[in-house]
């Protein structure tokens, strides 16, 4: 479904990743795992189709990816809400953007749907300025969600918010990851976040930053472990272990 | 959603206590002064009475009509130019410069040479107030567009938005505000402009009235042109105040 081919970027001559390869399944969630500046960021930009690559491509079903795409969501670390429109103003702007107009049946029902795959339906008229940074962020998801994408990057989504909503998030991103079959990549600073939503888990280390894939946790296919489960504090620990050893 | 019409009767209940202390200051200065250049409020308020609707709204609504036109003239001619200036480099360094010079001439100095280039006609009134609006609008409007979050933009873009949705959904909806605040600003100078432009090549305007009034030492109706000329003010402000309560929501 998403496949990087020897990808490699930087910025001003300088490679930040070189020869980064790995695909993504649908249904699958890839967790890439780096410290900040490692090139995370740049990682999904180009994927999103914001960033152009130095060498190598990300393909989704065999076609580059040069520009964004309809199909490829991308949910930043920052809501970037726009607060002038309310919350289902915002959800539809991918919408209006590809000229379905705002008051036609298609945009409403869709607008609809994605705000109640978050649960923000009674928010619909609400201003951003007036969302928690929880709802905020399910905002966010909803306008990605909204253009019914079959592959999302994640990029760090959840970082800014409390430890309560993170979870909360984390829970609601499983259940729509396993019902609609998407492609995911997320990229977090945070080895607990990576090894609760991550099918597969990949560490993002060195200079230029390098991947290397870990051995998945037990049942991971199924998504069916809670953060009390033993295995789960376990392959916390032993990611945990892996990635102090590969930054030294 | 904001009930627009709270802030238009919390304004109005302001502009009743700030006219009651202006008139309050303006009746002791006229016991005081006791000189017929100043007649008191009482006297003024029934001259307005006796001059309304003739000739005082033919004068008001000749004023109110430049000011308006000058407003969309300038919107319309700001307003581009100031995005482009805010959100493309090379345009702002090449003609910014130009414009940071003109901004602090003082805009009546070229009434003579607007009057010269565009006829002594209602084209250089509005001409010249349009002058005074422009710049005050240009830079508030580069500066909100030259301030638009760059994360509003990447997030636009990674919806497939190009540039010109870039301006559709975020620059224009970002230097709204600031259009109003510009508007605010310049209309208390472009009155001050404007009154003075009135007093050249024209029978129509407060700013004729006033002065044709003071050459005749009629002093009740020069003060009854005043009254008329600030409540000509106070609405143009009050519709910029709903204009901004009823787009800027958020």
């Known amino acids: ?248 | 959603m904001a009930d627009p019409r709270r802030p238009i009767a919390r304004r109005i209940g302001n502009l009743g206590s700030g006219a009651a202390i202006i008139v309050g200051v303006w009746w002791i200065l006229a016991l005081v002064m006791s000189n017929r250049v100043l007649p008191p409020p009482d006297v003024v308020f029934a001259r307005v009475l006796e001059l309304f609707p003739t000739p005082l709204v033919a004068h008001a609504q000749a004023s109110l009509a430049r000011v308006l036109k000058a407003v969309g003239l300038a919107t319309v001619c700001a307003l581009p130019l100031g995005i482009l200036l805010g959100r493309n480099r090379v345009a702002d360094s090449i003609l910014s410069p130009a414009a940071y010079l003109m901004y602090p001439v003082p805009k009546i100095a070229l009434l003579p040479i607007v009057f010269l280039l565009l006829g002594v006609g209602e084209a250089a009134r509005v001409g010249i107030v349009t002058l005074v609006l422009f710049f005050q609008m240009l830079f508030v409007v580069r500066d909100a567009a030259r301030a638009v979050p760059a994360s509003y933009v990447k997030v636009l873009t990674g919806l497939g938005g190009r540039p010109v949705h870039t301006v559709r959904f975020v620059v224009l909806p970002a230097v709204l505000p600031a259009i109003l605040t510009g508007l605010r600003i310049g209309i208390g100078t472009a009155l001050a402009v404007l009154f003075f432009a009135e007093t050249f090549f024209t029978r129509y305007g407060l700013g004729f009235f006033i002065i044709d009034s003071w050459s005749k030492v009629a002093y009740i109706d020069m003060m009854a042109g005043i009254v008329a000329l600030s409540i000509v003010g106070i609405a143009l402000f009050t519709i910029v105040d709903l204009l901004e309560s009823v787009f800027v929501r958020h």
């Not at chain 1, 919350?87 to 209006?96: D, F, P, Q």
């Not at chain 1, 995911?184 to 390098?210: D, K, Q, Y």
């Open chain 1, 1 to 248: 479904m998403l496949v990087f081919e020897s990808c490699t970027a930087g910025y001003g001559g300088v490679p930040v990743f070189r020869n980064l390869g790995f695909s993504v399944a649908a249904g699958e969630l890839y967790a890439i795992i780096g410290r900040s500046g490692c090139g995370k960021t740049t990682l999904l930009s180009a994927a999103a189709g914001l960033h152009r690559l130095d060498a190598g491509m990300v393909l989704r079903d065999g076609e580059p990816l040069l520009a964004p795409h309809p199909r490829v969501g991308l949910v930043p670390q920052q809501p970037g809400l726009f607060p002038w429109y309310t919350v289902g103003r915002n959800v539809g702007i991918g919408l209006e953007i590809s000229g379905v107009h705002r008051r036609s049946r298609e945009y409403l029902d869709r607008v609809s749907r994605a705000l109640e795959a978050v649960g923000l339906t009674h928010l619909r008229a609400r201003y951003p300025a007036r969302l928690s940074g929880g709802e905020a962020q399910r905002v966010s998801l909803a306008r990605t969600l909204v253009r019914e994408p079959d592959v999302l990057l994640l990029d760090e989504p959840f970082s800014a918010l409390d430890a309560i909503t993170r979870e909360a998030l984390q829970d609601d991103l499983v259940n729509l990851l396993s019902q609609r079959r998407l492609a995911a990549v997320l990229v977090t600073h945070s080895i607990e976040e990576a090894v609760f939503l991550g099918s597969r888990i990949a560490i993002m280390s060195g200079n230029p930053a390098g991947l290397t894939e870990l051995p998945s946790g037990p049942d991971r296919g199924t998504r069916s472990w809670s953060r009390i489960d033993q295995a789960y504090t376990e392959h916390c620990r032993y990611v945990r272990k892996r990635f102090g050893a590969l930054h030294g």
